[in-house]
Every structure is written in structure tokens, then in C-alpha cells.
């Protein structure tokens, strides 16, 4: 780090010193399972059954893996914010103007792209459950739903809300999971790695598939609005975000079981988007009853929701600090907070703009472009990770370990080398 950027960036603006505090003394249901549900969403969802459909369970040792990565990976974004007490954009702005140019045009058209999609996906469980409203008149109402939730701020309000979705989600997918009876020796096999052939494509898939792209670095923003935001809640951190992606590697496992035992088992396929999780359902209940099949439907309504409640507070909140920060606000100030001003034009901006996408065809420059930077933000995440926890921008004590840096290095190749061949299918489709 050169002088100026020393001076700028100071490494602490908290005692990393001060004693770590008992876990014991916490009920670990904090930011760990808003990050890890608001990063499952429809087409998750929708890759774990056709994985599943496809291979069987030859592929469930990736989502193992991807539990692991991104546990790191969003440790990593935890553990910067608490030692320092500076947000993750702030220290992507410790590392050069690059990253600004980067983030800056991803977060805005990311919002507009992804804000039209996670209003779609909760809607369609909805329109076939209660079909007097259309999809599109549903994808309104989750949208504007998302938007009065989020909008005073409250996010204790979030984290209840989450919790309920996760517990309906999590009853009715991995109750369905047990309920299909799977084959306990063919899951014992899945552990063990092995890509079938052509199933590359689909194992990068999984592993990065299991919660989130851009939400990982939402982590640190909800960690503060918890009350997280000092060195000594670094084991309550650490612990809540091991619990919370356990817990959703749970769930997409158990999502592969149902592809596995539903349709695999019968030779059946579905579609590879989002309406595969609609045909899925037809196949419920044709073979277990249209309870069945409906109980999955609000299971994936729940999934969905969850994602639009998480990205309306927690990519809001970047935003507003991206954006303050830009414009030289100090720290904490009330314009980069959450219900501020800059936190509210972005959740105006990823709810009503997208929705004019829900009534045209999507164009085919944004869409291109939001499937390149969205492709490429695993390994920015986990390159800046790699710069930022091995430097004087972290004390000494809250740096990176060997084997943190190895899996870190690990991450960064893995998701580079997902993000070129992502990159590579989303160009292949426009040309």
C-alpha cells in the first residue's frame, strides 16, 4: 500500500485487540441466514434438478464443496468489516479505482436485470396457486411487497421475515426430500468427487450455485445493521455464517434428492428455466397428489421471496455506501444508511424500472452484459479478498492463515475459470 493509500484508508477504526466474545450467550440466527436464503433463488433451484435429473446423485459432492467455498468467501467479507469497522467497498476502494469501475456499472445494471427476475420467479408458484392474477400483475405486487418491507429500514424486520421463509422452505423441500424415500448408499456414493461425462458445466453449477454472487458482500452491511460491527463479535460471526450455509447446503441437497428420486428415477426431464420448477410440480402431483405438489409450490415461493426481501435490503444498502462514498460522505453518514436517501433511490430503481421488462422482451445488450459481470463477480470477490486480508488494510491478528489462503486461491481459480466459461456461454448466445 503506497503512503496516500495509507493515509486514506487507515488500517482500524476499532480495537482488534479487545476480547472475542462467547458464542454461547447468542442464538445464531443473524445475518448468515439472510445472506445464505437471499442467495437461492428460482434458477438454483432449477440447476440442482436438472443436475440431479441428469446425473443422479454423481454431483452432490459439489454442492458439498460449494458450501465450503462460500463459507470462506463470505467469512472473508465478515471478518474484513469487523476488524477494520469499514464496509467491503470501502476496501475495494483501498485497492485502486479499478474496482469502482467495475462495481459501479455492474450494481446498477445488475439491479435492473436481476430486479425484473426475482420479482418473475416469485410470482410464478403464485399465478398457478391463485391464477386471478396474472404472472406479470403477481410479479407487480412481490415487487411492491418488497418494496414496503424494506423501505423503513427496520432490519430486524428482514431478519424475522427471512426466518420464517427459510423454516417454510426448508419444512416443505427437505420434508418432500425425506418423503421421496432416497437411496441412502447412491447419496453415500455422491460424496465422493466425480465429474460424469459431460457434466463440467453442471458441476461448476452446483458449487457455485449454493447462495449468492453479489449478496456474499452484502454480509458486512447487515453484520452492522445487526450490531455486529466490532472485532469481538468475530467467533458469533463465524459461527452464524457456518450455521447458515450448512443449512442451505441442506437445502439444495435436498432439492438434487427430489430431482433425483422424482425424476431421475422415472427418466423424466424439465426445462432448464425457471417454469422447470412449474413442470416439476405437475410431476408431484400426478404421482404424489396435487397436496403435494402444491406444498412444493409454496416451498418455492418461499425460496423465491426470500431472494427478493434479501436483495431489496442488502444490495440497497452496498449501493448506498458505493454511492456516499463516492461522493466523499464521511462514514455513517445518515445519506449512506439504511433508509437513507441513496438506500432508497436503489430500491425504487430495482423495483419499478425492471418492471417494464416484465411487459418487453428483455434487450439483448443488458442482458449480455449482466450475465458477463455477474459471471465475473465470484473471482473479483475472492481476488480482493486475498488482497485486502493479507495487508496492512487488516491487524495482524484478523489476517489470513495458510489454509485460508490456500482455499481463498482455490476459490479465486475455481469461480475464474466458472466465470470464463459462463462469460464464453452468454457471449456464444448473443452471437
Sequence with gaps: MSRTDAEKYPSVLVDPNEPVEDVKKYKIIGPGLVV???GIGAADLVATLVAGSRYGYALLWAVVLGVVLKIILVEGAGRYTLATGRTIFEGWRSLGRWTSLYFGPYIIIWGFVYG????????????????????????????????????????????????????LMFLLI????????????????GLI????????????????????????????????EKGWDRPRFMRVMQLDNTVAYVLSGIFVAATLVIGVEVLYSAGLAVSSGDKGLLEL?????????TVVGNLFLVGFWAASFSSVIGVWSGVS????????????????????????????????????????LLLLDRPIFLVLLYGVLGALFMPFLALTLLQLLNTRRVPNRWRN???????????????????????WEVIAKAL
Excluded at 482455490?410 to 466458472?418: N, P
Design 317 to 356: 444498502l452496498m449501493f448506498a455506501d458505493f454511492w456516499g462514498n463516492l461522493r466523499g460522505k464521511e462514514h455513517g453518514h445518515p445519506d449512506t444508511v439504511t433508509g437513507g436517501k441513496y438506500f432508497k433511490f436503489f430500491l425504487l430503481w430495482i423495483t419499478f424500472p425492471p418492471m417494464t
Design 401 to 423: 492463515g495458510l489454509v485460508t489462503n490456500i482455499l481463498l486461491v482455490i476459490t479465486t481459480v475455481f469461480f475464474g475459470a466458472l466465470g470464463i466459461m459462463q462469460t
Design 281 to 289: 410440480a405437475d410431476v408431484l402431483k400426478d404421482r404424489y397428489g
Design 193 to 224: 468427487p466425480f465429474i460424469p461425462a459431460g457434466g463440467l458445466s453442471y458441476t461448476l453449477a452446483l458449487c457455485g450455485g449454493v447462495g449468492g454472487t453479489i449478496t456474499l458482500a452484502a454480509y458486512g452491511y447487515w453484520l452492522r
Design 116 to 167: 425484473a427476475t426475482a420479482m418473475s420467479a416469485s410470482a410464478m408458484p403464485l399465478a398457478v396457486l391463485f391464477p386471478f392474477f396474472d404472472l406479470k400483475i403477481w410479479a407487480i405486487i412481490m415487487g411492491l411487497v418488497g418494496l414496503v418491507t424494506v423501505w423503513a429500514g427496520k432490519y430486524h424486520l428482514v431478519e424475522k421475515l427471512t426466518a420464517v421463509l427459510v423454516g
Design 36 to 38: 445464505a436464503a437471499t
Design 174 to 189: 427437505v420434508g418432500l426430500a425425506v418423503y421421496t424415500l432416497p437411496n441412502i448408499p447412491a447419496i453415500l456414493k
